[in-house]
């Protein structure tokens, strides 16, 4: 996948999901489980064709990456403002959810930046975008995943 399709393709993702928490959605098994699986599906594809030009500095700042991405979408995952309502349940992201966002954001163009400097030629860097943000809504998905349990409250049911 070229760089700029890839950039692309996690704009619109972001402008999907931090959209939908802005303005507030219900929580359905799909909305926490099909896009990130959609994500790290492609995310894994494109790392493995590209894994054995990867070296063992460019594996372990990935995986630096994506631990500090999964805190950040498990640290926005309890942001959230989560609701019982009669259609089930509803999320509505907080000014925190949003600033976790910015740094989110922030912190994936600083890596993808070092990445790009620290070994210029590399295909792996453009290859773990779909990667890393699926790992970060993930975590955010689990995180507000294990709240519902928590509060004991129902998803939203699926719409048709």
Avoid at 116 to 134: C, E, K, R, Y
Wanted: proline residues 3%; charged residues 10%.
């Amino acid at each position: 996948m070229s760089a700029v399709i890839g950039i692309l393709i996690g704009v619109l993702v972001l402008v999907r999901v931090i959209g939908r928490q802005v303005t507030g959605s219900l929580v359905t098994p799909k909305s926490l489980a099909l896009m990130p699986a959609i994500l790290l599906g492609i995310g894994v594809l494109s790392l493995a064709s590209v894994a054995h030009l990867a070296t063992t500095g460019e594996l372990a700042f990935l995986a630096l990456d994506c631990v500090v991405l999964f805190g950040l979408g498990i640290a926005r995952g309890a942001s959230i403002r989560l609701a019982n309502t009669d259609r089930g349940l509803w999320q509505k992201g907080t000014t925190a959810t949003l600033l976790l966002w910015i740094v989110t954001i922030g912190l994936r163009i600083g890596t993808a930046v070092a990445s790009a400097a620290l070994w210029p030629h590399s295909p792996v860097g453009q290859a773990t975008i779909a990667l890393t943000v699926g790992v970060t809504i993930a975590a955010q998905n689990a995180m507000v995943y294990r709240r519902a349990l928590a509060m004991n409250a129902p998803l939203a049911a699926q719409s048709v």
